[in-house]
């Protein structure tokens, strides 16, 4: 058995792209810039992530298996197969697949028949709050911890009216939230959890899987994530007695031929996305554990450079390396975070900016009270500062030290860089 080190080796070796051109900038101080006349440190993009590809001969023979049966879609063998391998993988008590996150989210809020305020995070994916909302529910915006960049417990306690009737914390990053404190939080004002874990998959915190805290946990399985299905979700959670109410919500409401019990939606998965799942199970694995080793590279260069500051990761949990957020801090790097993504851009690195704009920033919540930016002061800021750098297995470490010493030159000639991208205005 080859371990990591080797695989991550070899992945570097196949990926490697060719040696840059001339440094026409090294005699300026700094290394090549493209904004600056150099070539890019990349010849193709580089995106923020590249979605796993299952092996096609094992991805044809699950799908010659569906032909052959004609089962597609309506809860067949690989959607039953597939939730049996990730409750065991998760090590939760159940799970409940579904054709993505969002519909999930919709799912597991409506399952809790929940009326009144919802309280979240603003410093999330839009699907989190857009869910509540779906579900007639009024979400309530409480700031983030700057530090984990989750919801913070003591603006939620605050947050908290006669109204409300759940709080809905998101794992960002696949960072995990203070559940102990989420679990008091529920305990002493008799709040539902319901957990966004679309970033958070398989994480343990505190010695258990991150899916056993709070009422549920939804995850999501799009072709973003370390482990996908091209689209795809699920809700889980300690509580096998919670599946058949999910299960019949999303499919229809329907119990069985003669009854359809309440309003369901139709959130149910495909097989072809379950046989998907399947085939890249064992590399989603080998890919976060890839990511890991990346990411403790990225996390030892950057130190170096004044002015990214890296989030320190929660004490006590396994991570996935999901995403690898970065802070620029304008004043030392001297550039604001835009300027650096744009210098970026011109080396074909494409860095994203989740979570900008903030969710209470959107046109729909923007008017709600719990929206006012002097309540968020720590979301506004960490919004400003953002960026998440590319980070996946294939990238090696050639592809991460090619980012670092891009960044590392873009700091060195940050005030050339200002005045270049003044010049050429908006
Ligand atoms: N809660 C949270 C906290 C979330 O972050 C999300 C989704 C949800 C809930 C809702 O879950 P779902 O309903 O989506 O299951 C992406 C994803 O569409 C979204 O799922 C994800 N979060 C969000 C953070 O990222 P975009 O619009 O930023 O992605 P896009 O299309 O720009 O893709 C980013 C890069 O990924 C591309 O540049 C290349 C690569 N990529 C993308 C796709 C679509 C691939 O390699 N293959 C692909 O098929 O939203």
């Known amino acids: ?203 343990r915190y505190r010695d258990r899987p991150i899916g056993v805290w709070g009422d549920l946990s939804v995850l999501s399985f799009h072709a973003t994530k370390v482990f996908h299905t091209a689209e795809g979700g699920a809700v889980v959670g300690a509580d096998i007695e919670k599946y058949a109410r999910l299960s019949m919500l999303r499919n229809f409401a329907i119990i069985n031929e003669d009854e359809v019990l309440g309003i369901g939606v139709n959130g149910k998965m495909s097989e072809i996305h379950a046989a998907i799942g399947l085939a890249i199970f064992d590399n989603a694995t080998r890919e976060y554990r890839l990511r890991g080793q990346l990411s403790a590279h990225y996390r030892q260069r950057l130190r170096e450079i004044d002015g990214v500051v890296v989030q320190r990761p929660v004490a006590d949990a396994t991570l996935n390396h999901a995403y690898f957020p970065i802070e620029i801090d304008e004043r030392r790097f001297g550039l604001s975070r835009d300027e650096v993504n744009q210098a970026l851009r011109a080396e074909n690195i494409f860095a994203r900016k989740y979570f900008f704009p903030l969710c209470s920033e959107n046109e729909a919540y923007r008017r709600h009270p719990s929206s006012d930016p002097a309540r968020l002061p720590n979301a506004h800021r960490l919004a400003s500062r953002i960026l998440c750098l590319p980070i996946y297995g294939a990238l090696g470490l050639d592809g991460i030290n090619r980012i670092i010493d891009s960044l590392e030159a873009i700091r060195e000639a940050a005030p050339r860089i200002r005045r270049h991208l003044r010049n050429a205005g908006p």
């Open 1 to 203: 058995m080859p371990c990591e080190h080797d695989v991550l080796e070899k992945l570097t070796a196949h990926e490697s792209i060719p040696p840059k051109t001339p440094r026409l900038n090294a005699s300026l101080g700094h290394g090549p810039l493209a904004l600056l006349n150099d070539e890019p440190a990349f010849e193709q993009p580089v995106y923020i992530t590249r979605a796993l590809v299952p092996d096609e001969r094992v991805f044809m023979a699950y799908m010659r298996s569906v032909f052959k049966s004609r089962q597609f879609t309506n809860n067949g063998d690989f959607v039953r197969e597939l939730e049996a391998r990730l409750r065991t993988h998760l090590q939760v008590g159940f799970c409940a697949a579904f054709c993505n996150g969002t519909t999930a989210t919709q799912a597991a809020l409506r399952s809790l028949d929940l009326s009144g305020e919802v309280i979240s995070t603003p410093f999330t994916f839009p699907a989190t709050i857009h869910a509540i909302h779906w579900c007639g529910l009024t979400p309530v915006f409480a700031d983030i911890d700057p530090r984990s960049y989750n919801l913070d417990p003591t603006a939620t306690r605050q947050a908290i009216t006669d109204r409300t009737a759940a709080v809905v914390p998101v794992h960002c990053f696949g960072n995990p939230c203070d559940v102990v404190a989420f679990d008091e939080i529920a305990g002493e004002h008799g709040l539902k959890i319901v957990y966004d874990a679309a970033h958070a998959f398989g994480v």
